[in-house]
């Protein structure tokens, strides 16, 4: 029977072509650029760490005075002062957990660099590598010791190593980053997560990647050059900002297996935070937050406005062409009234109509979805060619396609629906009539 609705309803598509390709389009159109914008924004919150981002989570104190006018986008309170950094390593429970900061050095100009030039990358403690799951080509990481006595070595990107003329094999062979000297005893892969969750998100959030990481603890002792935002609620100008407690610069972030793991750590910064305001170092008691790597991202609102307002305006869009396309189908069935009414005066049942209206609403639904389809493609070309950091990830996974075609099957099944159902109402006699 179904197959028999869907013939007579392929039959009557070809009768009135006009209007069927009007349906398709105006569907099409609605569904593909609904679709390219959501593509953007599923590129824009993506999963960075997949199978690891549910155990991770950003500690938040705030040591600010009660007096410090925090602005939009500029809160202090999302870094981390280097002696709590240090504390909460110490003593912190749990299971790994790594500061860091985002750097800048210059490779000068050495065997195998002809030209100096400028790379990226990331000063951590020594857990940086186990606990955000990046892969080693080749070496190892810097142990906990090494970082102590402050040993001057650097794990290189592949990229990174392949630009300065170091193979795979060549570990322990001496760079020279930014004037000094360092020891190479590993080759990490290209590691770019999307979004850049581990920095502090007010630079390139989705653009670029670590080309190199240094142990956190030589960044004070060679003054190495910090990219990351440095935020400072003192007037003082003497010594090492970086190490001032009034100073927050650090990123932070620890990993916990459990909602028990979870409820410990928050006992442990709570009381950390009670011992600084007994101290006087904190003005006063503010509960500290434990925001997961999903919840973070989402305070952190990386997603711009100008993406959301295009987001609605193309939902708009969509929800205008499903009007458009209902009043459509409404004139196309009651066109079909006399038609209708003789085959229920034949004993055909209600489901029976319905269900080959509805049948014509699934071909145009399909049809619909494969010019949506293409729109989305040509959509998605488009936004990889502006020159946007978060553009290069945009791209339309199979999961997005199918997507894009059950939209736009879903939605003509519901603009037809209502006409279905209007055509349906009178009765069979008076409809009869009426179209004599």
């Not at 906990?144 to 006595?149: D, F, I, K, N, T």
């Not at 170091?166 to 892969?189: K, M, W």
């Not at 049942?349 to 071909?363: F, P, T, V």
Request: net charge neutral; proline share 5%; aromatic share 8%.
């Amino acid at each position: 029977m179904i197959a028999y609705y869907f013939s007579l309803a392929y039959r009557r598509l070809l009768a009135t072509k006009g209007m069927s390709i009007a349906l398709m389009l105006a569907l099409g159109l609605g569904v593909g650029a609904s679709m390219t914008m959501l593509t953007v924004v599923d590129a824009m919150t993506w999963d960075p760490l997949p199978g690891r981002s549910n155990h991770l989570f950003h500690p938040v104190l705030d040591p600010l005075p009660a007096s410090y006018p925090v602005r939009a986008g500029r809160d202090p309170r999302m870094a981390m002062a280097w002696p709590d950094a240090q504390a909460l390593l110490k003593l912190g429970p749990a299971s790994q957990q790594v500061a860091l900061a985002s750097g800048k050095l210059l490779v000068d100009s050495q065997m195998g660099v002809p030209r100096p030039f400028h790379a990226r990358g990331q000063y951590a403690t020594a857990s940086v590598f186990e606990m955000f799951g990046i892969a080693m080509v080749a070496g190892r990481p810097w142990t906990q010791g090494e970082q102590e006595r402050r040993a001057r070595v650097v794990v290189l990107s592949r990229s990174l190593a392949a630009r300065v003329g170091l193979g795979e094999r060549q570990v322990g062979n001496t760079v020279r980053l930014g004037g000094r000297s360092f020891t190479v005893i590993g080759i990490a892969e290209d590691w770019k997560p999307g979004p850049r969750f581990h920095t502090d998100l007010q630079q390139e959030v989705f653009k670029g990647s670590e080309e190199f990481f240094i142990p956190l603890g030589l960044t004070m002792d060679l003054d190495l050059e910090v990219t990351s935002s440095l935020f400072s609620w003192s007037d003082a100008g003497t010594g090492n900002r970086l190490e001032d407690p009034r100073s927050s610069w650090l990123q932070y972030w620890v990993e916990l297996g459990d909602g028990t793991q979870k409820a410990a750590y928050m006992r442990f910064l709570e009381h950390y935070v009670q011992a600084q305001v007994d101290v006087g170092r904190f003005e006063r008691y503010v509960t500290p937050r434990l925001p997961s790597l999903h919840e973070y991202l989402n305070e952190q609102q990386i997603v711009p406005d100008e993406v959301r307002l295009q987001l609605a305006l193309c939902i708009a869009f969509l929800a205008v062409c499903l009007l458009n396309m209902s009043a459509l189908i409404l004139a196309r069935f009651l066109g079909r009234s006399h038609e209708i009414a003789i085959r229920r005066a034949l004993g055909a049942r209600r489901i029976d109509i319905i269900g080959q209206l509805l049948s014509e609403a699934a071909i145009i639904g399909a049809c619909g979805g494969l010019i949506g389809l293409l729109v989305a493609q040509l959509g998605t070309a488009l936004v990889r060619r502006q020159p946007e950091d978060y553009a290069a990830l945009v791209h339309l996974h199979p999961g997005l396609m199918m997507a894009t075609l059950v939209l736009a099957l879903v939605s003509s099944l519901v603009a037809a629906l209502p006409p279905a159902l209007r055509t349906l109402s009178g009765r069979v006699a008076m409809q009869i009539s009426v179209a004599e």
